[in-house]
């Protein structure tokens, strides 16, 4: 059984950072593609950050770009996602989400997905 993980949301002032923590695991780890996806209240969820199975490759949503790095540890089977300079438009649930192999900015392409974990950014 595959299970996906997050961890370390919360609440933070603009300009503070957080870093998410996703677990995996019943998956061999570092053949999935693993991603974060957000979603705001009254909002659809939205592509943040991915990193290809080999990481080579990394991909991120322009509005996060250069504010938030998504890295893995194969060998603890945990994809994190460091978030800097944060702002109050950040404020979602963030997912995390494995896809095999191949990268991918589109949601309905994961495979799995994990129960989230709230951010939310004061003004």
């Known amino acids: 059984q595959v299970q996906l993980v997050e961890s370390g949301g919360g609440s933070v002032q603009a300009g503070g950072s957080l870093r998410l923590s996703c677990a995996a695991s019943?998956?061999?780890?570092?053949?999935?593609?693993m991603a974060w996806f957000r979603q705001a209240p009254g909002k659809e969820r939205e592509f943040v950050a991915a990193i290809s199975w080999r990481e080579i490759i990394t991909y991120y949503a322009d509005s996060v770009k250069g504010r938030f790095t998504i890295s893995r540890d194969n060998a603890k089977s945990t994809v994190y996602l460091q978030m800097n300079s944060l702002k109050p438009e950040d404020t979602a649930n963030y997912y995390c989400?494995?896809?095999?192999?191949?990268?991918?900015?589109?949601?309905?392409?994961?495979?799995?997905w994990g129960q989230g974990t709230q951010v939310t950014v004061s003004s």
């Open positions: 019943g998956l061999a780890f570092s053949s999935w593609t």
């Open positions: 989400a494995a896809l095999p192999r191949r990268g991918s900015k589109v949601d309905s392409e994961y495979v799995y």
